[in-house]
C-alpha cells in the first residue's frame, strides 16, 4: 500500500482507455507526491489535472516516451517507486501480427516488470522487491488457453507474479466500455459494447465494465486492503491477488459509498469533496412545470381512501399538459393507498419524498399522522406544482412540511443529497422512510436514485426504508445488478397484504348532487395491475 508520505506511483501506459482514466484519478487523489508515466508516446491530459505532480524523467519534458525495444537505456525511469501501476496492451489488429501482439502485450510488460524489480531492491534481510505491481489483464486470462488473447494475459499474469514483488495485484475486467470513441475499434467489439450494458443490466453478469471503474478498482487496491476473487502466492513468494469483475464492481461502490462518508463528515471541505464526483452527472428528470397562463385548463380532482369508519379525501390539482409532474399516475394510487392502510407505521416519523410531483402520498400521511415531518422534494421547476397541492388540502409549508429541490446524483451542493441529511440532522432528526412513486421511470436516472438512497442508508440511517411503486412498462429492466452495486437489497410487497382494491379507483361513483362535488380521479385496471409495490433497504457493508 502507498502509506509512505512520500510515495511515488509509476504509470505505464497512460494513453490507452484504462491508463488515461487512472492517470487522472492517481493525480487528483493526493496520495502521491510524484507520478511517473512511461509510454510509447506522451498522454494528452485533461485541462484540471494537476501536471506539475507530474515528475520530469530524463529530460525536461513532463512524460518520458520511450522505447520499450530498449528498455535498459531507461533504467532510471523506473526508480524509486512504490505503486507500479500497468495498463500497457494492444489487439492482434492494431499490432498487426500474433508474434507483435506478444511483443507489445506480453514482452514489453514483462521486461518492464523485471527492470522494476531489479531498480527496487529488497530491504536488507528480505527477498522481494517492496513495490505493489498492478496489472489490468483480461476476463478469462487462461496461460493454457488455445486462443491468443487469454494465453498471452495468463501468461503475462505469470511472469509477473514470478518477477521478485512482494505483492501483486492483477484485475480482470470483461469488456470495456470506453468513455471515448476508439479510433480503431473492431467490428465485433463495437457490436458487443452496444449490447453489453443491457446483458449486464438483464442478467447481472458483469460481462462489461466502464474503464472509469477499471481504474478506481486499481487505485483502491493499491490503497486498501481489498477482498479479491482469487489469491495465491508465487514460488518466491510473492503475494498475487487477482480481482474478477464482480469484485470490480464491488471495489467501486465501496469507493463511492466512502466518498459520501468524506463528503458527510467534511462538510467544510465540499469543494474537494464534491470534486471527485464530478463525473455523476445530476438527475435529468423529465419532469417540467406547467405554468398556469390564460388557456391553460387546470383540473381538481380527489382521491377518497377509506377503511372501516374512517374516510380520508385528497384534493388534487393536475394540469392538461404532458408534464410529468403534473398528474398522478397509477403508481402514486397504489403507493398512497399503502401509506393510508399502514398509516401509523408513520407516527413520528421523518418522510422524505422523492420525485414528488403531485406528492399524494406524502399529502395522504400529512393529513393523518401524528408528530410526523416531511420533506417533499423534486427538481426546481415542480416545486410550485407541490406548494399549490399543500395549499389545496389546507397543508402550510413549514418546518412540519418542508419543501426543497432535490437532485439526484449530486453531492457538496445545496440540492444535493448529503446537504439535505446536513440540515435534517441540525434538526435532530433521521429520515426514516423514504417514498417514491414512478420514480423507476428513465433508466438513465436508475442508479442517481439509488445513489441518492445508498447515501441516506449507509451515511445516515441505517434503518431507513425505501418504499417505491413502479408500473412495469419493459420485461427488459432490471435493477438488481445496481442494488447489488449500492449495497441494497429489496422485497416485493404484496397488493393483497394490505387489501387493495384496484376496483376503487376504477368504478368509484361521484356525488352528483353535492354542490361541493369534485370528479375522483379514475384509473384503469390494466394499469393498476401493472404496478408493483417494493421495499427497499440496506445491506451490511
Not at 513532463?62 to 530498449?70: S, T
Request: hydrophobic share 35%; glycine share 6%.
Amino acid at each position: 500500500m502507498a502509506t509512505n508520505p512520500a510515495s511515488t506511483a509509476l504509470l505505464i501506459g497512460a494513453t490507452g482507455a484504462v491508463g488515461k482514466a487512472l492517470l487522472k484519478d492517481v493525480l487528483q487523489n493526493g496520495k502521491y507526491t510524484q507520478v511517473i508515466t512511461v509510454g510509447r508516446r506522451e498522454a494528452s491530459l485533461d485541462e484540471n489535472i494537476p501536471k506539475e505532480k507530474l515528475t520530469l524523467t530524463m529530460t525536461e519534458q513532463v512524460q518520458k516516451v520511450v522505447d520499450f525495444e530498449h528498455l535498459e537505456t531507461h533504467r532510471e525511469a523506473f526508480r524509486g517507486v512504490n505503486d507500479v501501476f500497468c495498463c500497457l496492451g494492444t489487439t492482434r489488429a492494431d499490432a498487426g501480427s500474433a508474434e507483435k501482439f506478444r511483443r507489445i502485450d506480453q514482452g514489453y510488460v514483462l521486461e518492464s516488470a523485471k527492470i522494476i524489480a531489479e531498480e527496487n531492491p529488497p530491504p536488507a534481510g528480505e527477498t522481494l522487491s517492496p513495490v505493489h505491481f498492478l496489472y489490468c489483464s483480461s476476463s478469462g486470462a487462461n496461460k493454457d488457453s488455445s486462443f491468443l488473447y487469454p494465453q498471452s494475459k495468463g501468461q503475462t499474469e505469470e511472469g509477473i507474479s514470478e518477477a521478485g514483488f512482494k505483492k501483486v495485484s492483477i484485475v480482470r475486467p470483461g469488456l470495456l466500455e470506453i468513455e471515448e470513441e476508439r479510433p480503431k475499434a473492431r467490428w465485433g467489439e463495437s457490436l458487443a459494447l452496444s449490447l453489453l450494458p443491457s446483458v449486464n443490466r438483464l442478467f447481472n453478469l458483469h460481462m462489461s465494465v466502464p474503464v472509469g471503474d477499471v481504474a478506481k478498482a486499481m487505485l483502491t487496491v493499491a490503497q486498501t486492503e481489498e477482498k479479491p476473487t482469487e489469491e495465491r502466492t508465487s514460488s518466491k513468494g510473492t503475494k498475487v491477488s487477482i480481482f474478477g469483475a464482480k469484485a470490480i464492481d464491488e471495489i467501486v461502490a465501496k469507493v463511492l459509498i466512502s466518498l459520501f462518508n468524506f463528503v458527510y463528515r467534511e462538510q467544510d471541505s465540499a469543494k474537494s469533496c464534491s470534486e471527485p464526483m464530478s463525473s455523476i452527472r445530476p438527475a435529468c428528470t423529465k419532469k417540467r412545470l406547467c405554468e398556469k397562463d390564460n388557456g391553460t385548463i387546470v383540473t381538481v380532482k380527489r382521491v377518497s381512501f377509506s377503511e372501516h369508519d374512517k374516510r380520508l379525501d385528497i384534493m388534487v390539482e393536475e394540469v392538461l399538459d404532458p408534464a410529468y409532474g403534473c398528474y398522478v399516475w397509477p403508481s402514486a394510487i397504489v403507493m398512497a393507498d399503502y401509506v393510508w392502510h399502514v398509516r401509523h407505521d408513520f407516527d413520528n416519523r421523518t418522510i422524505l419524498e422523492v420525485g414528488a410531483g403531485t406528492s399524494l402520498p406524502s399529502l395522504v400521511l400529512a393529513k393523518i399522522t401524528s408528530g410526523s415531518h416531511f420533506i417533499l422534494s423534486d427538481t426546481d421547476a415542480i416545486l410550485p406544482v407541490i406548494r399549490s397541492e399543500l395549499q389545496l388540502n389546507d397543508l402550510k409549508e413549514g418546518k412540519r412540511l418542508q419543501v426543497r429541490e432535490l437532485l439526484w446524483g449530486e453531492m457538496g451542493t445545496p440540492p444535493a443529497v448529503d446537504r439535505l441529511v446536513q440540515d435534517v440532522e441540525a434538526e435532530g432528526r433521521k429520515i426514516d422512510y423514504v417514498l417514491g412513486s414512478d420514480t423507476f421511470y428513465d433508466p438513465a436516472d436508475f442508479e442517481k436514485l439509488l445513489m441518492v438512497i445508498s447515501y441516506i442508508i449507509h451515511c445516515h440511517n441505517h434503518s431507513c426504508i425505501f418504499l417505491t411503486s413502479y408500473q412495469e412498462r419493459s420485461a427488459k429492466r432490471s435493477i438488481q445488478h445496481l442494488l447489488d452495486k449500492w449495497k441494497l437489497q429489496c422485497r416485493l410487497i404484496p397488493k393483497d397484504s394490505f387489501d387493495f382494491d384496484e376496483y376503487r379507483f376504477v368504478d368509484v361513483e361521484d356525488d352528483m348532487q353535492d354542490e361541493r362535488y369534485l370528479p375522483h380521479i379514475r384509473m384503469s385496471t390494466e394499469s393498476l395491475s401493472s404496478v408493483f409495490l417494493l421495499k427497499i433497504t440496506g445491506k451490511a457493508l
